[in-house]
């Protein structure tokens, strides 16, 4: 910590990324249920923008909205932030599930997570396979290349609980489709989800609360860093690998450093130094409530977690200034 480059800086930040998450939340949140998630993705990216760059750091988003020419705002590599302060590294996602959001379905999310500079995996947006589970565990209890009855196995014996006690959550696609029959033919109780697998894997970390043991499954790329900022603050084992089916996406990872297209990553090799991670909820959840708008406040509950000294925070942030918003 001593040696930190946002040591000192980071309980500050903690406060403050918060405030940037909720501005994200309530902007989607207006959008809920509307049928348009681009529409809610636009508001609740503008409003994350305008947040963050009042935040006193010198910040690069290296896990954003997309490339520079797709993404016309918090694209990977735009600066943000006031332009004082330290140099780092941010992962966010303002609308995480936007489909979700625009069907007004659970856990949709506003995240963000800010790391000590190079200390996140610049990950390309392509599919990674993921596997986690909670902390208190023994170390390797997962392992992304056995088999999912292994892992299964192994967690229901160090949780001491027969198999048809353990819930896991996979997003329900069609590539999923031998993993949910594998999974299912253990006897577990798998929770499908539509889209938010960042949500499904930080569930793992609280499963008296979500139900959620393990998550298993593909999703995308950079939701499992931000998923790993998530855990390196919380405990838990995540490990994930790229698919890099392709020789385009080979070349494409290459350029962002990648040198070796099987390597698994662990939740320390995705996200390193110190992170503050915060997510706030845009639409009811396991774990986070949504944007709720009442005739004097808009209420608002964020989590918020901090590796250096691994405390996890809920917020519950009644907003009377209802112009601000
Ligand atoms: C997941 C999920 C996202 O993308 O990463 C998923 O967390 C993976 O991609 O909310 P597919 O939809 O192609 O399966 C989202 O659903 C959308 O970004």
Not at 30 to 46: F, I, N, P, S
Not at 126 to 136: E, F, R
Request: net charge negative.
């Amino acid at each position: 910590m001593a040696n930190s480059v946002i040591a000192g800086l980071d309980r500050v930040l903690t406060m403050e990324i918060v405030r940037v998450t909720e501005r994200a939340a309530v902007a989607a949140a207006r959008l809920r249920g509307r049928g348009d998630e681009k529409a809610a993705d636009q508001v609740a990216v503008d409003a994350m923008r305008a947040e963050l760059n009042r935040l006193p750091i010198r910040g690069t988003v290296v896990i954003g909205e997309g490339e520079r020419d797709e993404a016309p705002m918090l694209y990977i590599g735009e600066e943000v932030g006031s332009g004082t302060g330290p140099e780092v590294d941010i992962a966010l996602d303002p609308l995480e599930g936007t489909t979700i959001c625009a069907k007004n379905l659970p856990n949709a999310l506003a995240v963000i997570a800010v790391a000590e500079k190079g200390s996140l995996l610049y990950a390309p947006d392509v599919y990674m396979d993921k596997i986690a589970v909670g902390p208190g565990y023994p170390e390797g209890v997962i392992d992304i290349d056995a088999s999912p009855q292994q892992n299964i196995r192994n967690i229901a014996d160090a949780k001491r609980v027969p198999v048809s006690e353990i819930t896991a959550c996979i997003l329900d696609r069609p590539r999923h489709a031998k993993l949910i029959e594998a999974v299912r033919a253990t006897g577990v109780a798998i929770r499908l989800i539509g889209d938010g697998d960042v949500a499904g894997v930080i569930h793992t970390t609280n499963p008296d609360e979500t139900g959620i043991d393990i998550y298993l499954g593909s999703g995308g790329a950079p939701e499992g860093v931000l998923a790993a900022a998530a855990l390196r603050c919380t405990g838990g084992q995540m490990q994930g690998r790229l698919i890099l089916d392709t020789p385009e996406k080979v070349a494409r990872a290459a350029k962002m450093g990648i040198a070796d297209p099987n390597r698994v990553y662990q939740v320390n090799d995705m996200a390193r130094g110190d992170v503050v991670f915060a997510a706030t909820g845009v639409t009811d959840g396991n774990m986070l409530s949504g944007v709720k708008f009442g005739r004097t406040a808009i209420t608002t509950h964020t989590i918020v977690l901090r590796s250096s000294s691994r405390t996890v925070r809920e917020i519950k942030a009644r907003h009377q200034d209802l112009d601000k918003f």
